[in-house]
């Protein structure tokens, strides 16, 4: 059964935010179609993800993206992973590795 999930984030919760990513998005449309702003409270609150620890790796398994939670200095098993998810705190950081 699924329930009705409350809206903790996203432009309607944090709107000077969006609104200021909407001008930054506008402003650079060809960049813009490569990225998505995507909420990480699951993996924060629900997997007590401590990004500053741990990152997420990720590998495609037929239609399936399987993504599972590493120490930071875990040494990733393929070479074919790039970035694709970063975080901002004291300067940008890697959080999420997945195939490219």
Not at 16 to 40: H, M, N, S, T, W
Request: aromatic share 8%; charged share 30%.
């Amino acid at each position: 059964m699924k329930t009705k999930s409350k809206t903790v984030a996203g432009p309607t919760v944090d709107t000077a935010f969006f609104k200021d990513l909407g001008e930054v998005f506008d402003r650079y449309p060809e960049e813009a179609r490569k990225y998505a702003v995507r909420d990480i409270s699951l993996e924060t609150e629900v997997l007590h993800i401590d990004f500053a620890k741990q990152k997420a790796v990720s590998n495609i398994e037929g239609n399936k993206i399987i993504t599972m939670f590493v120490d930071r200095d875990e040494k990733v098993q393929s070479v074919h992973h790039a970035c694709c998810d970063w975080i901002r705190s004291t300067g940008w950081s890697c959080i999420h590795q997945c195939e490219k």
